[in-house]
């Protein structure tokens, strides 16, 4: 069944890995064992205390193990803003290609579609450490920007996990290790706008990766300099100039354009409730609705940086 289940996923354009449900308590410990070993900052004591959630959830079945897939996502979605009868073109990540559902919709249609005819079932796996789950089972690799990437994607890609009650034979376990490319190569380390990347450590300094603070509302800090901001959430510096991603780097969609009224609305800093839906289906389709709070502000910043530039 593994193996069949393998086949309908990569017809689907997506990989993924089986791991038994006793390799939950090894990925456990690991997040254990890296917070005991590691000096982790306040943001990665939070992720490792609040966020991961190793317990199993209720289910109608005896969970056997754990599907973990990566699916490809753009590596970046050009968004048309009008403002003033003026154009302007800014970058977001996306969430999935156009016309395609998200990861872990798409995934789960088909997954139930597949396993219900077989009498086996799944549920979501919940906050697990996905990263670390795809590298352990084989499914991924590490980049030195503490990146997940994966053959035939690059690190353009979501995680999602599902327990279900498929029995899985062979136990993939893999040490954690980062690519091999990245032991002679700086292009992240040298090209990181704000220093997190750090060259004698696996971990990143995530507290100072412009993801977090593109992603929070609060202003940004006074060091960070405006000629760094090149996205409306996240961070994409690091992934466009990595070397394992120059064959990925080139799969951009849109311009996905918001008009008048729309970018009025979004840097009103309005809620996502007073959007019309089709609005709404543009902010979710490029993953802008969970960091809505930051958006107008990030937008706002972009902006003026756009007129600078061309003064």
């Not at 449900?21 to 992720?47: A, P, T, V, Y």
């Not at 490792?48 to 193990?65: A, C, E, G």
Request: proline share 5%; with cysteine; net charge positive.
């Amino acid at each position: 069944m593994v193996e069949l289940l393998k086949k309908q996923i990569l017809i689907n354009g997506d990989r993924c890995q089986v791991i038994p449900i006793e390799r939950l308590e090894d990925l456990k410990n690991d997040i254990e064992n890296f917070k005991n070993n590691e000096d982790l900052n306040r943001f990665q004591n939070f992720i490792t205390d609040k966020i991961y959630n190793f317990k199993l959830p209720n289910t109608d079945f005896q969970v056997r193990s754990i599907i973990i897939i990566a699916s490809p996502t753009p590596s970046y979605a050009k968004v048309t803003f009008n403002l003033e009868g003026k154009k302007v073109q800014l970058i977001s990540l996306a969430r999935a290609y156009i016309g395609k559902k998200d990861a872990p919709a798409a995934t789960k249609q088909y997954l139930t579609k597949l396993l219900k005819s077989k009498g086996y079932q799944i549920k979501s796996a919940g906050r697990l450490p996905l990263k670390r789950l795809a590298v352990r089972s084989g499914l991924a690799q590490y980049g030195r920007n503490n990146i997940c990437y994966v053959d035939g994607m690059g690190s353009f890609l979501t995680l999602t996990a599902y327990l279900t009650d498929i029995p899985c034979v062979d136990d993939n376990w893999y040490e954690v290790s980062q690519m091999d490319n990245c032991s002679n190569c700086k292009a992240c380390l040298n090209n990181c706008p704000t220093g997190a990347i750090i060259k004698d450590r696996f971990l990143i300094n995530n507290e100072r990766c412009l993801s977090y603070f593109n992603e929070s509302p609060r202003d940004f800090p006074k060091w960070l300099p405006k000629s760094v901001h090149h996205c409306i959430y996240d961070c994409l510096m690091c992934q466009n100039i990595c070397p394992e991603n120059k064959d990925y780097i080139d799969n951009v969609i849109g311009p996905i354009e918001f008009d008048e009224i729309e970018t009025d609305l979004l840097l009103s800093g309005k809620s996502i409730k007073e959007f019309p839906n089709a609005m709404k289906k543009k902010v979710k389709f490029l993953g802008m609705h969970e960091w809505i709070n930051a958006i107008p502000r990030n937008i706002k910043i972009l902006l003026e940086k756009n007129e600078l530039q061309k003064n």
